[in-house]
């Protein structure tokens, strides 16, 4: 079993329409949970970091960690053709180990 | 503050050339982690390493393969006599310590020919 789980997709939206991005993961140790962006060609990008369990808003997004659960997650609200890219869901550990999920392509439709 | 620099951006190697791919964190940052990303994948780790020490190199293939981050200058990834299978794009991340996320570059595309 990996470590973290993450559905690559394709997922293909109207422009407008509130998209949910899913991780699992299954080390209960994981403190630092982020999600990055990355466009074709470019490094990730990131755009959300949370620590421990709870939400966290930044403009049209929302991080949300469900520790209990095992489970990560962001929404994007109003989305935007240029918010096509890929998502990558990370966790980190307490000895400095990055995880990382394999990302979902997000395709935005105007 | 600039963000994490990786130099080259491109680099082109011929089957049994050395590869060097510089990495200069952000200010602060003494954590530097490498990955490889082939096209249409995720980011495979490859070493994580503080100044002057390697910390974790399992994801580092045994041979021709190292790395290293010393007190002064960029952190190095070093592939030598490169083959097909090593074109790729190899991205650093460095983390400052006590902050729990870390930055990533623009990475380096490798292509040898």
């Known amino acids: 079993q990996k470590e973290v789980e993450q559905d690559p997709g394709p997922l293909s939206v109207p422009e407008g329409a509130i998209v949910s991005l899913n991780c699992t993961y299954s080390?209960?140790?994981?403190?630092?949970f982020m999600w990055y962006r990355q466009y074709s060609r470019k490094g990730p990008e990131l755009l959300m970091y949370?620590?421990?369990?709870g939400n966290k808003e930044d403009g049209r997004f929302t991080a949300q960690v469900d520790k209990s659960s095992k489970y990560i997650s962001l929404f994007i609200r109003d989305s935007q053709p240029s918010d096509s890219a890929t998502y990558l869901c990370?966790?980190?550990?307490?000895?400095?180990?990055?995880?990382f999920g394999s990302g979902t392509k997000l395709n935005v439709k105007p | 503050n600039a963000g994490v620099m990786q130099n080259p951006r491109h680099l082109v190697r011929r089957r049994g050339q050395e590869a060097r791919l510089r990495c200069s964190p952000m200010?602060?940052?003494?954590?530097v982690y490498w990955y490889r990303q082939l096209p249409e994948e995720g980011l495979k780790f490859m070493v994580y390493?503080?100044?002057?020490?390697?910390?974790?190199e399992s994801g580092m293939p045994k041979e021709r393969f190292s790395a290293e981050f010393p007190k002064e200058g960029p952190s190095i990834l070093r592939i030598q006599q490169v083959v097909r299978g090593d074109s790729a794009a190899y991205f650093c991340?460095?983390?400052?310590?006590?902050?729990?996320?870390?930055?990533f570059g623009q990475g380096t595309r490798l292509t040898v020919v």
């Open positions: 990370a966790m980190r550990n307490n000895f400095n180990k990055f995880y």
């Open positions: 200010k602060g940052h003494s954590h």
């Open positions: 390493l503080q100044k002057e020490n390697i910390i974790d």
């Open positions: 080390n209960s140790a994981f403190q630092y």
């Open positions: 991340a460095s983390l400052i310590t006590g902050a729990g996320e870390a930055f």
């Open positions: 949370t620590y421990s369990s």
